[in-house]
């Protein structure tokens, strides 16, 4: 857990976070993605007229396969943290016409008995944000040969057997009898 300590900060008026989460692994997708080191986590926190603005940064890495070689990319993330906390009784009961929607989604509610406000959840949004659509070991990656799976990049030269076997005639019609 990530705790920001609600009296505290009542207190202080500003405090300042500094922590390493030791966590595993990133689920994503159903897919599952180590740390190859610990997520890093520098914030500050301030309180004003119950509003607690939350800004800081989040440094990891995950091991990502590559989309087309599947080898592993020691992917470096850099995530930001940028989250509001409204006291709960402040909802809004309607969305009002001028709120735009992107401070919606980053507006957040405690409530009067909360000891504390848990921001592991900014911190995974945080890295969640930053993994790339696809992950490359290299923009020119030549991934792998479709037809016998290895690795072009290791094998640049790489004629298929697999491949002038099924271009042959003869190879077609063994294929067409089966
Ligand atoms: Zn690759
Ligand atoms: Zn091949």
């Not at 986590?41 to 091991?63: C, H, P, Q, W, Y």
């Amino acid at each position: 857990m990530l705790k920001l300590k609600i009296d505290a900060l009542k207190h202080e008026k500003v405090l300042h976070v500094e922590e390493n989460l030791d966590w595993k692994e990133l689920e994503l997708n159903g897919e599952r993605y180590p740390y190859f080191k610990p997520v890093a986590v520098k914030l500050e926190a301030a309180f004003s007229r119950g509003r607690i603005n939350v800004d800081g940064i989040v440094s990891t890495g995950i091991i990502h396969p590559c989309d087309r070689c599947l080898e592993p990319v020691y992917l470096e993330i850099n995530g930001k943290i940028e989250a509001l906390y409204l006291p709960r009784e402040k909802k809004p009961k309607y969305v009002e016409k001028n709120v735009e929607l992107t401070d919606l989604e980053n507006t957040f509610y405690y409530t009067a008995s909360d000891e504390y406000i848990d921001l592991e959840e900014r911190v995974l949004e945080a890295i969640i944000i930053e993994v790339p659509i696809k992950v490359l070991c290299s923009e020119d990656c030549k991934g792998l040969c479709p037809y016998c799976g290895i690795n072009l990049n290791k094998h640049p030269d790489h004629v298929c057997p697999h491949l002038e076997k099924k271009e042959s005639p003869f190879a077609i019609l063994k294929e067409k009898f089966k």
